[in-house]
């Protein structure tokens, strides 16, 4: 069974830092992106981070660049998210999903956290940043 459970939520004050931690079982981690969605009350979900377990490469949107930094474990299969200089726009509810890359194709993390369809997900951790 697929499992994908984040931690690390919480309420931090602005300017402050959180580490959300994914922890994965149940598929082979190697051959999968792990990605970091995010979604605010009456938005749509967008990708904050995405890291590729295959070749380690890293992706981040200009919203979280220089700010968020992903980061995994590949002998606990754990994947997580640090969260610097936080803005209250940074509030949502965060989640780890994972994708199977594609062979053949030579897909890095940026081509993965340009997909929409991950096909497995976490329950997702609450991240609150007050003014």
């Known amino acids: 069974e697929v499992q994908l459970v984040e931690s690390g939520g919480g309420l931090v004050q602005a300017g402050g830092s959180l580490r959300l931690s994914c922890a994965a079982s149940g598929f082979a981690f190697d051959d999968y992106a792990i990605g970091w969605f995010r979604q605010a009350p009456g938005k749509e979900r967008e990708i904050v981070s995405c890291m590729s377990m295959r070749d380690g490469s890293t992706y981040y949107p200009d919203s979280v660049k220089a700010r968020f930094a992903i980061s995994s474990d590949n002998a606990k299969n754990t994947v997580d998210l640090q969260m610097n200089s936080l803005k209250p726009e940074d509030t949502a509810v965060y989640y780890c999903?994972?994708?199977?890359?594609?062979?053949?194709?030579?897909?890095?993390?940026?081509?993965?956290?340009?997909?929409?369809?991950?096909?497995?997900w976490g329950q997702g951790t609450r991240v609150t940043v007050s003014s």
């Open positions: 999903a994972a994708e199977v890359i594609p062979t053949g194709f030579g897909f890095t993390a940026r081509e993965m956290g340009a997909l929409k369809g991950y096909s497995y």
